[in-house]
């Protein structure tokens, strides 16, 4: 039921409804549970039109937003180490994507906490780069026939294979068959995600550096780039394997605050739209 809904059905006003719903989250949300606070989730998410972006940190064991902040800068992250550091809080594990804002936060308040590099983003991040390379090659390809056979198989080449009909496996095959660089772009995208299959820590390295080690040897200069990425955050990628945490529950959830934030009411009320955040969890609460 909406606010709009229980001002009507009670005769009062939506203002009224709205300040005595939000001083209901005030009271039972406004200071989210912080014990046993060990692994945690670090990710972004939109507001409004023109980059407007507000930072939220879940407790990965208990699924729940412990801190919403403005903006997605280092900045956004300091009364949540601020809050930690009154209750003498050490966080063991932290996943989070590749934004240097969050990852110069974690190292000037959670040195010694371990961070783990979402892998969901890397494969966002690869296939970012496959798609920019397909673009530039139908952009460039003069023959007739090698245009027409890659024509509509960008969803086909970031699709999992496993997804594939046997009519769409034949037609991304020979658009690969006729393009070698596009061809190594995607047999090593697929190759990657058995980064994340590996028996150990150790194994895990090093297929990655020999990975890597292809991604440079094919000559593609945008993957080449993805692979200098991975490199410099090797640590990062591969301490998966010490903890197996990552960003996705808090992905989730962000899909959640964004229908709650199409929702539009009192989102000018800073405080009330966080309130709300931290009461999303909750699936008794459902006043909206």
Do not use: C
């Amino acid at each position: 039921m909406t606010i709009e809904d229980v001002a009507y059905n009670v005769g009062m006003s939506w203002n009224t409804i709205k300040n005595i719903e939000k001083k209901y989250l005030r009271a039972h949300y406004s200071n989210p549970d912080l014990s046993n606070l060990r692994r945690i989730g670090i990710d972004e998410f939109s507001v409004a039109k023109g980059h407007t972006y507000m930072t939220v940190v879940m407790d990965l064991d208990k699924s729940k937003v412990i801190y919403v902040g403005e903006g997605r800068s280092s900045e956004s992250l300091d009364k949540f180490w601020a809050k930690l550091r009154s209750k003498n809080i050490e966080i063991k594990a932290i996943a989070m994507d590749m934004w240097p804002a969050y990852i110069k936060s974690v190292l000037d308040n959670a040195p010694k906490a371990d961070i783990i590099f979402d892998r969901f983003h890397i494969v966002k991040m690869l296939n970012k780069a496959i798609d920019e390379l397909r673009r530039d090659i139908y952009r460039d390809e003069t023959d007739l026939n090698k245009r027409t056979l890659m024509k509509g198989t960008r969803w086909l080449i970031l699709l999992n294979p496993d997804k594939l009909t046997d009519k769409t496996k034949s037609k991304l095959d020979a658009a690969l068959a006729v393009n070698r660089p596009l061809a190594a772009a995607y047999y090593l995208k697929e190759e990657l995600r058995l980064l994340w299959s590996q028996k150990n820590l150790l194994e895990a390295l090093s297929f990655l550096e020999q990975w890597v080690k292809k991604a440079v040897e094919s000559g593609i200069k945008k993957l080449i780039a993805f692979a200098n990425t991975l490199m410099a955050h090797r640590t990062g990628i591969i301490s998966w394997y010490k903890h197996r945490i990552s960003t996705g529950p808090l992905e989730g959830f962000n899909n959640k605050i964004k229908v709650l934030k199409r929702k539009a009411y009192g989102y000018r009320d800073f405080e009330f739209f966080i309130l709300k955040i931290y009461a999303l969890h909750s699936t008794r609460y459902a006043l909206l």
